[in-house]
């Protein structure tokens, strides 16, 4: 069955610290890997997206790294702000067609 | 700026009264999505738009059902809502994700959150 699993849950930081999301998945066939980050009541916005050949892909502060033989995935988030608060969710690509198979995201709330 | 417009952003409408979302886009996208989300969960897909051919999930009650007049253009309407409809319905577009294209990003509208009474 396919399948993406996020951990943590939740995670509280505090502002300027790093942190790092997991995301690991059983998905077949393998398209891509997305990550997406949604605040509290807007639709989510695309962060990155890797294919099987990519390890890494930056944004600015958001790194996504890939290891498709382990088929882990992890966000890592550089000297966070307040305005990273957010879910950040793990979306799997089954296939060349429009099948997305959804984590369940990782609650991310940064403190002052 | 191109985007994903959805409106109203909140909507309250009586159970069992039909209710429609609207969504406008200016990617000049083939593919437009609807996604059911209830809090704290993963959206779920209803169903799609490639150009004109709509493409229903199989689990997508009868419900609920959609029409795209023209590219611009797509709207969910909620036949008879029930309790368990109230969620946040989320819009998003895709230029394609056919042959190579499977690598482009979905883009989101914020939402509406629909509130049944």
């Known amino acids: 069955k396919n399948q993406v699993e996020q951990s943590p849950q939740s995670l509280i930081i505090l502002e300027g610290k790093n942190c790092t999301l997991q995301?690991?998945?059983?998905?077949?066939?393998?398209?891509?890997l997305r990550w997406y980050k949604q605040d509290t009541g807007r639709g989510p916005v695309s962060l990155t997206i890797?294919?099987?050949s990519e390890n890494t892909k930056s944004n600015g502060r958001y790194t996504a790294t890939l290891d498709a033989d382990t088929k882990q995935s992890s966000l890592h988030i550089t000297a966070s702000q307040l305005s990273d608060s957010a879910s950040y969710i793990c979306?799997?690509?089954?296939?060349?067609?429009?099948?997305?198979?959804w984590g369940a995201g990782t609650k991310l709330i940064i403190k002052p | 700026d191109a985007m994903v417009i959805q409106n109203p952003r909140y909507q309250v409408t009586q159970f069992g009264k039909p209710v429609t979302l609207s969504c406008s886009q200016t990617?000049?996208?083939?593919?437009m999505y609807w996604y059911q989300q209830k809090s704290s969960q993963a959206p779920k897909l209803l169903f799609h738009?490639?150009?004109?051919?709509?493409?229903n999930e199989a689990d997508t009650p009868d419900n609920f059902q959609s029409r795209r007049p023209n590219t611009s253009f797509c709207f969910l309407d909620i036949r008879s809502p029930g309790l368990g409809d109230a969620a946040m319905y989320l819009c998003a577009t895709s230029l394609t994700y056919r042959d190579r294209g499977s690598n482009q990003p979905q883009h989101f509208g914020d939402g509406t959150r629909l509130s049944i009474l």
């Open positions: 738009y490639y150009d004109k051919d709509f493409n």
């Open positions: 990617l000049n996208h083939n593919v």
């Open positions: 979306v799997v690509s089954a296939g060349s067609n429009y099948q997305l198979i």
């Open positions: 890797m294919t099987f």
């Open positions: 995301c690991n998945y059983t998905v077949s066939p393998f398209s891509n």
